[in-house]
């Protein structure tokens, strides 16, 4: 018997694609057209001249609006530079330590004792634009002040997604079956791209936008807070949505861990340079290997995308395959056998047991249960 | 090849259907997170078999509020439902998937079901719906057999042949506003359904 099953690629390595960088305010294009970069080059400086920022720091310091004053470390209309201390909370004997530091160059204007907000005045400042990645600018518009990259990434797609292009430094939050409550959602998060575990809570994702963190990777969301940000879409939730966050859902509804080839790939990227595409379900990461820059020199960008969408191919021991019914949903593993006779579940269903090998055990599921993986 | 289909990618609006209307089919109702991930799971997964009697309760319950959403299984100038085979992938129980269709689309009169397969359709049997009083007794005799049914039921009778022979009688209950009826109904695999839940 032919048996279908879907084949859904996950990780697509190694893989030219155009990066772009975009200039904040008001500045100038350094880079030329063909010119290599690598990731700590300076491609584009502007000057940010005026402007406000808050923070909200009585959740970062997780103290109530009356004490954080306390907790200041910079008087009310002082300077204070940006990665310089703004606020600390040593935790006492039972709590944990806290760390504020200035998102940016400014003076402390106002603080809202109810709120526990303080409004910084930015100071005119320098704002350097790295190229974060090994590439070769493709293009530069002087207008939009954008500069492309042809650089190579390694893409992982994930299932579901919410939110315009963001990128940001990775950081893994803890293992892959974690659940991420808003105690694990701190200030020195902000600006980064976030992987949570096997589930992250409301609170959490709204203390991430809170604190500005740029985006969630996680494997599992509960399905009324991903329809509250796609608009109570899940079927064609690939769209225009955003909620101020990027977010990638790597396996589905509910509480279920990263699937460890995805895991184990975002691990070897913690504290490197991504870029995550939630409304493309995607997340990019740019080669760390200077060589790199060799490869896509001779590599041409195809116009056309590639057709990363579900396909479906005949089940055959030695696939790799990950489970997606219960209940050993998000398990991965290979195929080890497939049965010649039919098996009568508890339901009543006629169904075509296969086994799979995971790294820890062996597991029998319908086949039509699974998913071929790339 | 293109993408796998399943039972729920038939339907283009699960997502929006309430908790509380799909819950209601359960005993007992599960936690509502746990229903919407499993819907959820549903529409992105369409593909999977439902693996215990749990699950394939919980896909039965969605599959009725989708049909009540969705009436395209239900001709009504034809008198017909449609069950598409690959409802099958649910449960294998006819008996089962057309309990699911009534509770769905409540039809009455004589409606016959059909099961629609890639090579063609294939009559499974009726449902004829009485209008009963409580405490009424139904007499049906179908194909020389004799039943005594009490109002309030819906039971399903064996009638394998083509066609089947009925006669209906009862003091306060009625079909197509009759005590008393002789009628012929297409049979099948299915065979008789009387719905005789109080109206």
């Given at each position: 018997m032919n048996m279908l099953v879907s084949r859904r690629f996950r990780v697509v390595p190694e893989r030219a694609t155009l990066v772009n960088r975009a200039l904040q305010g008001n500045g100038e294009i350094l880079v030329k057209r063909g010119q290599e970069v690598i990731p700590s080059d300076v491609i584009g400086r502007s000057v940010l001249s005026a402007g406000f920022r808050t923070i909200n720091l009585s959740k970062a310091l997780q103290v109530s609006p009356g004490e954080v004053k306390k907790y200041l470390q910079r008087s009310m209309g002082k300077a204070i530079y940006k990665g310089e201390l703004l606020?600390?909370?040593?935790?006492?004997?039972?709590?944990?330590?806290?760390?504020?530091?200035?998102?940016t160059d400014g003076i402390l204007e106002l603080f809202n004792e109810e709120t526990g907000i303080l409004k910084l005045k930015i100071l005119p400042h320098n704002i350097d634009l790295p190229a974060a990645v090994f590439g070769i600018v493709d293009g530069v518009d002087h207008v939009k002040k954008i500069v492309s990259i042809k650089t190579q990434v390694t893409e992982v797609y994930g299932i579901l997604g919410s939110g315009r292009p963001r990128e940001g430094y990775l950081k893994v939050l803890g293992e892959r079956g974690d659940l991420i409550d808003k105690n694990k959602i701190s200030y020195d998060l902000h600006d980064k791209i976030i992987v949570g575990g096997g589930l992250i809570y409301d609170s959490a994702l709204k203390e991430a936008v809170t604190f500005g963190v740029n985006g969630i990777i996680t494997g599992g969301i509960s399905s009324s807070e991903f329809k509250g940000m796609s608009g109570g879409k899940i079927k064609y939730a690939h769209s225009e949505?955003?909620?101020?966050?990027?977010?990638?859902?790597?396996?589905?509804?509910?509480?279920?861990?990263?699937?460890?080839?995805?895991?184990?790939?975002?691990?070897?990227?913690?504290?490197?340079?991504?870029?995550?595409?939630?409304n493309e379900g995607k997340v990019s990461l740019p080669s760390t290997n200077p060589g790199s820059i060799k490869s896509i020199s001779k590599v041409q960008l195809s116009s056309e995308n590639l057709d990363f969408k579900l396909q479906t191919e005949t089940i055959e021991t030695g696939k790799i395959i990950r489970v997606v019914g219960n209940p050993y949903m998000g398990e991965q593993g290979k195929v080890v056998?497939?049965?010649?006779?039919?098996?009568?579940?508890?339901?009543?269903v006629k169904v075509y047991m296969i086994t799979i090998l995971t790294n820890s055990r062996k597991i029998r599921v319908p086949y039509s249960n699974v998913e071929i993986i790339f | 090849?293109?993408?796998?289909?399943?039972?729920?990618?038939?339907?283009?609006?699960?997502?929006?259907?309430?908790?509380?209307?799909?819950?209601?089919?359960?005993?007992?109702?599960?936690?509502?997170?746990?229903?919407?991930?499993?819907?959820?799971?549903?529409?992105?997964?369409?593909?999977?078999?439902?693996?215990?009697?749990?699950?394939?309760?919980?896909?039965?319950?969605?599959?009725?509020?989708?049909?009540?959403?969705?009436?395209?299984f239900y001709k009504i100038?034809?008198?017909?439902?449609?069950?598409?085979?690959?409802?099958?992938?649910?449960?294998?129980?006819?008996?089962?998937?057309?309990?699911?269709?009534?509770?769905?689309?409540?039809?009455?009169?004589?409606?016959?079901?059909?099961?629609?397969?890639?090579?063609?359709?294939?009559?499974?049997?009726?449902?004829?719906?009485?209008?009963?009083?409580?405490?009424?007794?139904?007499?049906?005799?179908?194909?020389?057999?004799?039943?005594?049914?009490?109002?309030?039921?819906?039971?399903?009778?064996?009638?394998?042949?083509?066609?089947?022979?009925?006669?209906?009688?009862?003091?306060n209950s009625k079909i197509f506003g009759k005590n008393e009826l002789l009628f012929e109904i297409p049979g099948g695999a299915l065979g008789l359904i009387i719905d005789g839940r109080l109206k």
């Amino acid at each position: 018997m032919n048996m279908l099953v879907s084949r859904r690629f996950r990780v697509v390595p190694e893989r030219a694609t155009l990066v772009n960088r975009a200039l904040q305010g008001n500045g100038e294009i350094l880079v030329k057209r063909g010119q290599e970069v690598i990731p700590s080059d300076v491609i584009g400086r502007s000057v940010l001249s005026a402007g406000f920022r808050t923070i909200n720091l009585s959740k970062a310091l997780q103290v109530s609006p009356g004490e954080v004053k306390k907790y200041l470390q910079r008087s009310m209309g002082k300077a204070i530079y940006k990665g310089e201390l703004l606020g600390f909370n040593g935790g006492g004997l039972f709590g944990s330590k806290r760390v504020v530091t200035s998102p940016t160059d400014g003076i402390l204007e106002l603080f809202n004792e109810e709120t526990g907000i303080l409004k910084l005045k930015i100071l005119p400042h320098n704002i350097d634009l790295p190229a974060a990645v090994f590439g070769i600018v493709d293009g530069v518009d002087h207008v939009k002040k954008i500069v492309s990259i042809k650089t190579q990434v390694t893409e992982v797609y994930g299932i579901l997604g919410s939110g315009r292009p963001r990128e940001g430094y990775l950081k893994v939050l803890g293992e892959r079956g974690d659940l991420i409550d808003k105690n694990k959602i701190s200030y020195d998060l902000h600006d980064k791209i976030i992987v949570g575990g096997g589930l992250i809570y409301d609170s959490a994702l709204k203390e991430a936008v809170t604190f500005g963190v740029n985006g969630i990777i996680t494997g599992g969301i509960s399905s009324s807070e991903f329809k509250g940000m796609s608009g109570g879409k899940i079927k064609y939730a690939h769209s225009e949505s955003e909620v101020g966050i990027g977010v990638l859902v790597t396996e589905g509804f509910g509480t279920i861990p990263v699937g460890q080839d995805i895991f184990d790939l975002l691990k070897s990227f913690d504290n490197k340079f991504v870029i995550l595409e939630g409304n493309e379900g995607k997340v990019s990461l740019p080669s760390t290997n200077p060589g790199s820059i060799k490869s896509i020199s001779k590599v041409q960008l195809s116009s056309e995308n590639l057709d990363f969408k579900l396909q479906t191919e005949t089940i055959e021991t030695g696939k790799i395959i990950r489970v997606v019914g219960n209940p050993y949903m998000g398990e991965q593993g290979k195929v080890v056998a497939i049965d010649n006779a039919i098996t009568i579940l508890p339901t009543g269903v006629k169904v075509y047991m296969i086994t799979i090998l995971t790294n820890s055990r062996k597991i029998r599921v319908p086949y039509s249960n699974v998913e071929i993986i790339f | 090849m293109p993408k796998l289909s399943g039972v729920f990618d038939i339907f283009e609006n699960l997502e929006s259907i309430p908790y509380e209307d799909i819950a209601r089919w359960l005993k007992p109702a599960p936690q509502q997170e746990v229903l919407e991930n499993y819907l959820a799971n549903r529409i992105i997964y369409p593909q999977v078999t439902p693996s215990t009697l749990i699950e394939q309760e919980y896909d039965l319950a969605i599959l009725r509020e989708a049909l009540r959403r969705n009436p395209i299984f239900y001709k009504i100038n034809q008198k017909k439902i449609f069950i598409p085979s690959d409802f099958l992938q649910i449960t294998p129980d006819i008996k089962k998937l057309a309990s699911v269709f009534i509770d769905a689309y409540s039809p009455s009169g004589i409606v016959v079901f059909i099961l629609s397969t890639g090579t063609g359709d294939k009559v499974l049997g009726s449902l004829v719906t009485v209008f009963s009083s409580a405490s009424d007794t139904l007499h049906f005799e179908l194909e020389g057999q004799n039943y005594k049914l009490k109002s309030g039921s819906l039971i399903v009778l064996p009638c394998p042949k083509e066609h089947c022979h009925v006669s209906f009688k009862s003091t306060n209950s009625k079909i197509f506003g009759k005590n008393e009826l002789l009628f012929e109904i297409p049979g099948g695999a299915l065979g008789l359904i009387i719905d005789g839940r109080l109206k």
